[in-house]
């Protein structure tokens, strides 16, 4: 007998999740059914962001829905598998409704772009899921090796980041560094646009930002003939998966009279690399994207080279420039030997599908392991503690309030108490070594 189809469904909230489990979800293949559902939440997706974030994935079944159907919806699709795509605290607290199902899917999450440098709270939040996806050999190695580190059993999956896939042609003909130093100019791009990939929090500080507007100002300045687009992830009142302060457009706009060239556009990445002659950024991911496309990169060090400010993966990449580099678009392409580490490996490499059809596998033959939740104080308050602080408003369950109004007023008592304790003792050991 033929298996019946996998059916799998996700789970998603803000814009770059959404982004990464509608192409996740789109490019699986083969016997697979699959639908996302978009949870309410205090930072879900506009309806304009939702539609850029689901474009050219393939994936045709999207939904939106409240937490409270959200188990019952679950129960009836009986999925096989839930992707959870989601900021690590909202998928600790789906996670628990999911495992909760009879019989229990497989839970799967994880990163929806570069997660160099490995976190513990990554793993943290993603105890209770059957598989971690990440996209490059060098994160399943960091990853690993931090999860043996602290004794945290995790299970990792290999894919390339679904929004950068490459055809075989693509591949063949993706430019490096060693082909400019061959070839030169033949390989460069025909598009003409500098293309600026903004970042919610990178760089953090306003003076940091404000330089970078001033920056796409020169650049523009610099070359009258192409454009430069300032491309961000929302317009003004829409969130994003990170809070965003300074937004770099509003900065721009307090510089006086702007140069016409120089302008901001809330397309989709894939739509804004079509004219591209060179993308800048500081560390976003959508530097992947464009090195998949044989755009070229630089990967602006004005600020340094730090995890907060997440662009260590770019070293030895040959990738990072300056502000000088930027307004005389000397872009750069990646290095042969960076890119197998980095995103680009063999498509054979790919352990994704083989260990969901194994773990489906189980399920259906009623072997699929539990996966219990990290222990921790606090009991069930504990859990509609986290379940309100991540859904606001959108929790309506009496144990929600309750936990809120009686959780608020201890965690300032508790933090208050902290700040005493360091007035009068000192930071302790984990304090001033905290990064």
């Not at 100019?185 to 003409?192: F, L, N, Q, S």
């Not at 070293?315 to 042969?336: K, M, Q, T, Y």
Request: charged content about 25%; some cysteine; proline content about 8%.
């Amino acid at each position: 007998m033929t298996p019946a189809p996998r059916r799998i469904v996700g789970i998603a909230d803000t814009d770059s999740y959404v982004k990464w489990a509608a192409a996740l979800l789109g490019g699986l293949s083969g016997e697979t059914d699959a639908e996302l559902l978009v949870l309410e939440t205090p930072v879900v997706v506009s309806p304009a962001q939702l539609r850029s974030a689901v474009a050219g994935s393939g994936l045709e079944r999207v939904a939106r829905v409240e937490y409270d159907e959200l188990a019952s919806r679950l129960a009836a699709l009986r999925p096989d598998v839930v992707l959870i795509a989601a900021r690590g605290p909202l998928v600790r607290v789906l996670a628990r409704l999911v495992a909760g199902l009879v019989p229990r899917p497989v839970i799967v999450s994880g990163l929806p772009g570069i997660s160099i440098p490995a976190t513990r709270k990554a793993l943290v939040y993603r105890t209770q899921c059957d598989l971690f996806v990440l996209h490059s050999r060098r994160e399943v190695r960091e990853f690993a090796a931090l999860a043996r580190e602290r004794g945290m059993p995790q299970r990792f999956a290999l894919t390339r980041l679904p929004f950068a896939q490459e055809s075989p042609e693509d591949r063949l003909t993706r430019p490096t560094s060693a082909d400019v130093e061959s070839r030169g100019d033949a390989i460069e791009p025909t598009g003409t646009d500098l293309v600026f990939a903004a970042q919610a929090i990178v760089p953090r500080e306003r003076e940091d930002r404000l330089r970078v507007a001033r920056l796409l100002v020169r650049a523009a300045e610099a070359d009258p003939s192409g454009r430069v687009v300032l491309k961000v992830r929302g317009r003004t009142g829409e969130h994003q998966t990170h809070v965003e302060h300074d937004a770099l457009p509003d900065l721009i706009a307090s510089l006086g009279p702007l140069p016409p060239n120089l302008v901001t556009s809330t397309a989709p990445m894939s739509k804004a690399l079509d004219s591209a002659h060179g993308l800048v950024t500081v560390s976003s991911t959508a530097a992947v994207e464009a090195i998949a496309r044989g755009i070229p990169v630089i990967a602006l060090d004005t600020f340094g080279v730090t995890p907060r400010l997440i662009n260590l993966v770019f070293e030895d990449s040959g990738l990072f420039g300056s502000e000088e580099d930027v307004v005389a678009r000397r872009f750069r392409h990646p290095s042969a030997s960076w890119l197998r580490d980095n995103y680009f490996h063999e498509p054979a490499d790919d352990d994704l599908p083989l260990l969901l059809a194994d773990l489906v596998a189980r399920r259906r033959e009623g072997r699929l392991a539990p996966k219990p939740p990290l222990a921790r104080a606090g009991g069930r308050f504990r859990d509609a503690w986290e379940r309100k602080l991540v859904l606001g408003p959108h929790d309506h369950t009496p144990s929600g309030f309750a936990a809120m109004a009686i959780g608020m007023p201890l965690r300032g008592v508790v933090r208050m108490g902290q700040r005493v304790r360091r007035w009068v003792i000192g930071p302790t050991p984990a304090q001033q070594t905290a990064t």
